[in-house]
Nanobody, 115 residues
């Protein structure tokens, strides 16, 4: 079992920055993939960024060069640093973990970018 708790969302002006955090319980080092997804109103949930246990990362084209995913194994936490935010980044952001063939989700944190 993996329990995920996100924090760090909020309201920011376009061009600003936010850092999301996701604290994970359980065997953090054994989690295969950690990722951040987002869902805007009326849209499907989409993958924003992911990081493997080996440290490999991948990003959605829309956030490349602006967002950075990282993990701190000592703190059992994965981060999403978001810079140069745009109004279209407005969404609920969810942390997700793939562990022993199952997917786990956090409760989500709202990010709102004003123009």
């Amino acid at each position: 079992q993996v329990h995920l708790v996100e924090s760090g969302g909020g309201l920011v002006q376009a061009g600003g920055s936010l850092r999301l955090s996701c604290a994970a319980s359980g065997s953090f080092l054994s989690i295969d993939v950690l990722g951040w997804h987002r869902q805007a109103p009326g849209k499907q949930r989409e993958l924003v960024a992911a990081i493997t246990s080996g440290g490999s990362t991948n990003y959605a084209d829309s956030v490349k060069g602006r967002f950075t995913i990282s993990r701190d194994n000592a703190k059992n936490t994965v981060y999403l640093q978001m810079n140069s935010l745009k109004p279209e980044d407005t969404a609920v952001y969810y942390c997700a973990a793939s562990y022993v063939g199952a997917d786990y989700w956090g409760q989500g944190t709202q990010v709102t970018v004003s123009s």
